[in-house]
């Protein structure tokens, strides 16, 4: 399948192409298809964001797009940088400066208490409006010092908890590489992108083949990370329980 990219970062491209050519797919970039348009990230959550991309890409360029909203979380600034990751330090992908004021942001926080996540919210959007959102995480924690040339954005200070294996699997990070000390291989096996990525070729061929519903109908069908999604398009808190009776009154 042919899919349009819908981000202009290329660190970020080279990734998602390196992960959709695996699955089969065909990719080309928005400035490639000729799609200079930028959306307004405007959204309170990763989902929205990578919603309000692909809607607009997909609109540009009529083909299948796939736009991701991914950012950095940490336990100790209270979830920040979150969906303003790439613009945290007030320019948007300056990742020098923002890895810097990241860095200032935890100068006396200690090792124990530097917990963060990447968080990743990939929308895929067909023309005529359906659309489906996975969500995958990759825990870890935030380093001192930059390390690596492999990566992008926050890539030389986050550590992951775990690194991936040659074919399948994962390992404990028990040498403390930073994702840009990575080898692509090991990242994608393990990235936050990577585990959206794969929930979405899981269930691609079944949303391609079902039929006109609401997006939230699809999604209710899916598991795990994506019930997040649900719940951020009907208004639940994230610490709310989930109440499947709210649920099934807002699809309605």
């Not at 790439?86 to 200032?104: I, M, W």
């Not at 040498?175 to 096996?189: F, H, P, Q, S, V």
Request: glycine share 12%.
């Amino acid at each position: 399948m042919l899919i349009c990219a819908a981000t202009g970062n290329a660190g970020k491209l080279k990734e998602i192409r390196r992960i959709l050519e695996a699955q089969g797919h065909t990719v080309k970039s928005q400035k490639e298809l000729g799609v200079t348009l930028e959306p307004e990230e405007t959204g309170a959550t990763f989902a929205e964001n990578a919603l309000i991309k692909a809607r607009a890409i997909c609109e540009a360029c009529g083909l299948p797009t796939l736009a991701d909203d991914s950012g950095l979380a940490v336990e100790a600034l209270d979830g920040a940088p979150g969906v303003y990751s790439a613009r945290y330090c007030g320019v948007h992908g300056d990742d020098e400066a923002n890895n810097d004021k990241l860095l200032a942001a935890l100068e006396k926080v200690p090792a124990e208490r530097r917990d963060a996540k990447f968080v990743s919210a990939v929308c895929f959007y067909l023309p005529g409006g359906r659309h489906i959102t996975f969500h995958g995480e990759c825990p870890g924690r935030v380093g001192f010092v930059r390390r690596g040339e492999n990566g992008f954005g926050y890539d030389p200070l986050f550590v992951p908890r775990l690194v991936g294996l040659a074919g399948s699997g994962a390992r404990p990070n028990t040498e403390g590489r930073t994702y840009a000390e990575l080898e692509a291989w090991e990242k994608d096996a393990i990235s936050h992108r990577g585990a959206a990525m794969r929930l979405l070729d899981e269930r691609l061929a079944d949303f391609l083949a079902g039929p006109e519903e609401p997006e939230a109908c699809v999604l209710a069908r899916s598991v795990g990370a994506t019930i997040v999604e649900i719940d951020d398009s009907l208004g639940f808190e994230r610490d709310e329980k989930f109440d499947g009776d709210k649920l099934t009154r807002s699809l309605r």
